[in-house]
């Protein structure tokens, strides 16, 4: 089917994500499923197509990374069309943590999924405002950002960050920061943590372990909140694994579970980043919007990752 015929489905492409090689596929698979093609060329296009997209299409995918996702998501969020338009990820982006985490294999399976798969509604994040799907992540220095290869991206994900920042620690301030969650519907009393940190981690949809994909439930209504206190310094410093450090029983982490938190700094503001996208702020609240986006899942999605049982484990009082 033409392009031009099927403006009820288009497909966001960041032609330069990942190693760049999945253009020609992504355009051919695309046009053979009825897809209008917006390819970006500058900062903000894919929001901005998503924008304009949202109102008249049905569907709105993203080809890219878990960054070109975000931003059709906070695109068709900014049309207040997410009640209307349901959205796919075709992962062409180096980690691809969040496709991997709805159980989209590949560039052929995304399409396959399209067509065949399931949809589901699921929760996504805030913060100040700002929509975020997989993760929210601060402490992560602009040096180690710069300087992580492509290929620890593949391997770790979001955590090949902390590996490089926590290999630059010489240089490295903690947070001196108050982190405060609210009373949930499942049980979760408000509770206060303040001290030093090293990163702050908070999962909608992935889950911070030392595997390069974990899913936590994105249907639950309430977001994963990981602590690295300072003093984790000393275990990091002393050669111990990432799958260590975020194992359920850490000595220096700390998590939660809460449908809303604020996160203060008691010094200088703080860069977070929002599925890859950066916002910098010395107050932070984020807040779950539950079963608000209704995205394409694969045959590997589980609604309920951990079959009742409740993980992590609520540490630390």
């Given amino acids: 089917m033409p392009s031009h015929e099927a403006s009820d489905r288009v497909l966001v492409l960041n032609p330069v994500s990942g190693s760049g090689e999945h253009v020609d596929d992504v355009v051919g698979l695309a046009t053979d499923h009825g897809f209008e093609i917006m390819t970006t060329e500058e900062s903000g296009d894919a929001k901005r197509f998503a924008r304009e997209a949202a109102p008249s299409a049905d569907l709105v995918a993203a080809a890219g990374g878990d960054g070109t996702l975000n931003a059709v998501v906070n695109g068709i969020a900014d049309a207040?069309?997410?009640?209307?338009?349901?959205?796919?990820?075709?992962?062409?982006?180096?980690?691809?943590?969040?496709?991997?985490?709805?159980?989209?294999?590949?560039?052929?399976?995304?399409?396959?999924?399209?067509?065949?798969?399931?949809?589901?509604?699921?929760?996504?994040?805030?913060?100040?405002?700002?929509?975020?799907?997989?993760?929210?992540?601060?402490g992560i220095t602009a040096e180690a950002s710069s300087e992580t290869t492509t290929e620890s991206k593949a391997e770790l994900g979001v955590l090949a960050y902390v590996k490089n920042t926590v290999e630059t620690l010489g240089e490295f301030d903690s947070l001196p920061l108050r982190v405060e969650t609210a009373t949930g519907s499942n049980g979760e009393r408000a509770r206060a943590w303040e001290g030093e940190a090293l990163f702050v981690l908070v999962g909608n949809c992935r889950r911070f372990t030392g595997a390069r994909t974990a899913q936590a439930n994105v249907e639950d209504g309430r977001l994963e909140v990981t602590i690295v206190e300072d003093a984790a310094t000393t275990d990091l410093l002393g050669g111990a694994a990432l799958e260590g450090l975020f194992g359920q029983e850490s000595t220096h982490i700390v998590r939660r579970r809460t449908p809303s938190l604020v996160i203060e700094s008691h010094a200088d503001a703080i860069e977070y980043s929002l599925d890859g996208e950066i916002l910098e702020t010395e107050r932070l609240h984020l807040e779950t919007e539950p079963a608000t986006l209704t995205i394409a899942v694969g045959d590997g999605y589980r609604p309920d990752p951990d079959d009742g049982n409740r993980w992590p484990l609520e540490t630390r009082g």
């Fill in 80 to 138: 207040a069309a997410l009640e209307t338009t349901a959205v796919a990820v075709v992962p062409a982006g180096t980690g691809n943590n969040f496709a991997a985490n709805v159980g989209i294999e590949g560039l052929e399976h995304a399409f396959t999924v399209i067509e065949d798969g399931r949809r589901r509604e699921i929760d996504i994040g805030t913060a100040n405002g700002r929509v975020f799907v997989n993760s929210c992540v601060g």
